[in-house]
């Protein structure tokens, strides 16, 4: 209409248009070719921001119908048809990309999708704030990129029977009905206009189907499809924005009155002062409202709204119901949307609010075990109910306490010492509160057996003592794992002829060359005994092991 101001978006779309006209005018150089998909891909980025915003516009009027059915239902339906409609026309031109590909490459539809086009997410229109898959054009990638022959026999036929005949009479019906929806107040400029008189770089008269895809390369076409889906988004969101300023609601009215306890938080430990706000709320039990809550977030902003969970109202109040699934403090956010009864615009009011989350405990501890093991790394768990791990600071009076990654703890404790306590406190809301101590005895690691072939006494075969090989001190019933002694050196004896035979110390708990000679001269019935065995522990700490004495059998 006279004296209108282009939209940065109608300005945006009208500069690529013009930039894609002069491309037209030109030989397809690569460099000319290659602008053609830049200008392609700026084009689909452009309009895939764009459907968010529709989407968006969508989740509004939606949120006005269901908080005023009545008032709202006469434009939300006409909202939801020019959805429709809207969607129908933009599918068939997603469609007319893939047959066009298809017939420049001389394959099959099927062919051609597996081959130059990928499935991506994009916003789905029909469920606002949620996302659905879309086949996207790798054009890059499309060998005829810069071929016009297959794609002006497709879009213009042999005899004006083309596609692009069929798509301009989409494009009428479509715009004819956008007006009839906001006015032809808006002709000029709600764009699709596919009729009047164009004119070439020679200046020859054409129509609309023959100025745009007459000899055009394949990379234009499907350049020009997108320019043309991005009018169709325009002239939508133009639509529904003409539609959602007509909504007007009827100035609030109360008909209730109660008083509301809002608890600081409902779980306290002692020590801790319970805080609520007592007021006076007033509510209309027929009005529908729609609450929109977030939980995990301290505010509800433009960027996180589509992931809230939407509550609506029961006789004018909303109630809230969360699962208790994550252990600890939790916190939500939140918005109420209403219309504002003097602007007639839609009104946020956030919220936010935290709970806690306490497990069913169950605390079993031996009173006369409480056991701590020297030279090693104990793993502890030290947590409060309905205390979040991060909130603890736990302490050692003798010793020395690590976090590991998954939350739990490990003690060290030294070697001389009889007893060590194990206390913790928690910060909240700025106060330290004390959570009680444990008493622990520490005591060494029990020393461990010495075995070869997993015996200390008895008959054992040649071969069999061969093969083991070597000496393994071994921690029976002892439930710690990585925890092993070394066997730092040994003695062999033997009675030979009536004589004591040594092989002199071992510094190893393998077999040596003296050994296995040993062995293998062993007769039936010899004894060999494995004495003065000497192991250190993983601490350093030097122990003598038990003898082992086997017979051959």
Do not use: H
């Not at 076409?221 to 909504?247: H, M, P, R, S």
């Amino acid at each position: 209409m006279a004296g209108y101001k282009e939209t940065p978006r109608q300005k945006m779309i009208g500069m690529m248009y013009l930039v894609l006209t002069a491309l037209l005018a030109l030989n397809v150089s690569k460099d000319i070719l290659n602008a053609f998909i830049v200008v392609n891909d700026s084009m689909e980025s452009t309009n895939e921001s764009f459907a968010t915003k529709i989407s968006s516009q969508y989740a509004r009027f939606e949120s006005q119908y269901n908080l005023n059915p009545g008032k709202v239902e006469e434009y939300w339906v006409t909202a939801k048809d020019v959805r429709e409609k809207s969607n129908e026309l933009i599918s068939y031109i997603e469609d007319l990309k893939i047959d066009l590909v298809a017939g420049s490459e001389k394959m099959t539809r099927e062919v051609a999708i597996k081959t130059y086009f990928v499935l991506e997410n994009v916003p789905d229109q029909f469920n606002p704030g949620q996302m659905k898959e879309q086949y996207m054009l790798k054009l890059n990638e499309v060998p005829t990129k810069d071929k016009f022959d297959e794609p002006t026999n497709f879009m213009i036929g042999q005899n004006n029977n083309g596609k692009a005949y069929e798509l301009s009479k989409k494009m009428t019906e479509f715009r004819n009905y956008i007006l009839g929806v906001v006015g032809d107040q808006y002709k000029d400029r709600v764009g699709l206009i596919t009729e009047g008189t164009y004119r070439d770089a020679t200046n020859t008269p054409m129509n609309w189907e023959r100025y745009n895809f007459y000899y055009t390369i394949l990379a234009a076409d499907i350049t020009i499809l997108n320019k043309i889906i991005a009018e169709v988004q325009t002239a939508e969101f133009d639509a529904i924005t003409q539609l959602y300023g007509n909504i007007s609601e009827k100035d609030f009215k109360f008909d209730n009155v109660a008083a509301k306890v809002i608890p600081k938080t409902t779980y306290i430990i002692q020590g801790q002062n319970y805080e609520a706000e007592v007021l006076v709320a007033a509510y209309d039990s027929k009005t529908k409202s729609q609450v929109k809550v977030l939980r995990g977030a301290d505010k509800i902003t433009a960027a996180n709204i589509g992931n809230a969970q939407v509550f609506n109202s029961i006789n004018g109040t909303v109630k809230l119901d969360f699962p208790g699934t994550s252990i600890g403090p939790q916190r939500y956010a939140g918005v109420i949307e209403m219309l504002d009864p003097t602007t007639q615009e839609l009104s946020q009011y956030e919220f936010k609010g935290d709970y806690i989350v306490a497990p069913p405990a169950l605390t079993v501890s031996p009173l006369k075990m409480n056991v701590l093991y020297a030279e090693l790394q104990n793993p502890i768990s030290i947590s409060s109910p309905g205390i979040a791990t991060e909130y603890l600071t736990p302490k050692i009076t003798k010793g020395k306490l690590t976090k590991k990654s998954d939350g739990s703890w490990e003690a060290e404790v030294p070697i001389n010492e009889k007893l060590t306590t194990i206390s913790a406190t928690a910060t909240i809301d700025g106060k330290t509160i004390n959570l009680g101590s444990y008493d622990f005895r520490i005591k060494r690691v029990p020393k461990p057996i010495a075995t070869i072939a997993g015996m200390t006494e008895g008959k054992i075969d040649r071969d069999a003592l061969l093969a083991a090989g070597a000496i393994i001190p071994d921690l029976e019933d002892f439930d710690f794992e990585n925890y092993y002694y070394e066997i730092v050196s040994y003695e062999l004896e033997s009675i030979v002829g009536g004589d004591l035979q040594s092989t002199g110390t071992v510094r190893s708990n393998r077999f040596n060359d003296a050994v296995k000679n040993t062995i293998k001269g062993a007769r039936r019935g010899q004894k060999l005994f494995f004495m003065n065995i000497q192991a250190k522990s993983p601490g350093g700490r030097a122990v003598t092991l038990n003898p082992i004495n086997l017979e051959i059998q």
